[in-house]
């Protein structure tokens, strides 16, 4: 579980976070969305430690790592696993080598024991047979794929995924969600998504934080959120193809 509590970060004169609280539990979808400018890269970037707020805790099953010195804080990322929106790949590694880097650099496994994890993320994500294939050979997709199966190659307890579904056709989205929701709920991990993805919204929200000028607007999950109160979270939702063909087809207001 990840815990954050009245968090504070600023650049310069602007304020981009305005005292967060938010839980993100264990074996679930926790999803952060908003508008761009919202502050939600920029609180996906204080979770895992990219960014220093200026006040406030992140505490990751008690521990707040805000205030662990690097040493401390390394051993926390070797609990981490982390997509990227752009999957960031090593160009010049193949599938086998992009998996096994973080057991290479975080871990004391022998050569057989990273090869067998490799075997099994790689399987496990539905790229059996696909080491030796290098970035620039696979779909968008396939990389998103192999990015997800680098990212639990240390077995994390936290995953942490940025736009998992950016640049994806509809149907490659809802696999990636679906391996998401699968790994999430089948190894127990606090499993944390920054998204503008409605669809990915309604399929596998189970906890939504949503934030609006640097604050927690509204908290709820994928089944009420249709049915919110918040007039700037109607707005947001309701600029979307999808909600708007949701509310038409439901007959739900979204004034």
Not at 22 to 37: A, K, R, V, Y
Not at 171 to 187: C, F, K, N, P, V
Not at 193 to 213: E, K
Request: overall charge neutral; hydrophobic content about 35%.
């Amino acid at each position: 579980m990840i815990e954050v509590k009245n968090l504070y970060k600023s650049f310069g004169e602007q304020t981009v976070l305005n005292g967060i609280n938010c839980i993100f539990e264990p074996g679930i979808n926790n999803l952060i969305i908003g508008q761009s400018g919202s502050g939600k890269t920029v609180l996906l970037k204080c979770l895992i430690g990219l960014h220093k707020p200026e006040q406030g805790e992140i505490l990751y099953d008690g521990r707040d790592i805000t205030k662990l010195k690097d040493k401390e804080m390394k051993e926390i990322r070797k609990e981490i696993g982390v997509l990227f929106q752009g999957s960031a790949l090593f160009d010049s590694m193949s599938v086998e080598e992009n998996v096994a880097f973080p057991l290479r650099m975080f871990s004391d496994k022998t050569v057989a024991e990273i090869r067998e994890r490799v075997d099994f993320c790689l399987e496990r994500v539905g790229l059996k047979g696909a080491h030796q294939k290098m970035p620039s050979e696979l779909s968008g997709g396939m990389q998103k794929r192999v990015a997800i199966a680098r990212a639990i190659s240390l077995n994390p307890k936290y995953l942490f995924c940025d736009e998992p579904n950016s640049g994806l056709d509809p149907q490659t989205s809802i696999l990636i969600d679906q391996l998401i929701d699968d790994i999430t709920r089948e190894y127990n991990i606090t499993t944390v998504v920054n998204t503008h993805d409605m669809n990915s919204v309604l399929g596998i929200g189970d906890h939504i934080t949503f934030l609006a000028g640097g604050v927690v607007n509204w908290q709820g999950n994928k089944d009420n959120i249709l049915h919110t109160e918040s007039p700037v979270l109607r707005k947001f939702l309701y600029a979307a193809p999808t909600l708007q063909r949701i509310a038409k087809e439901n007959q739900i207001s979204h004034k």
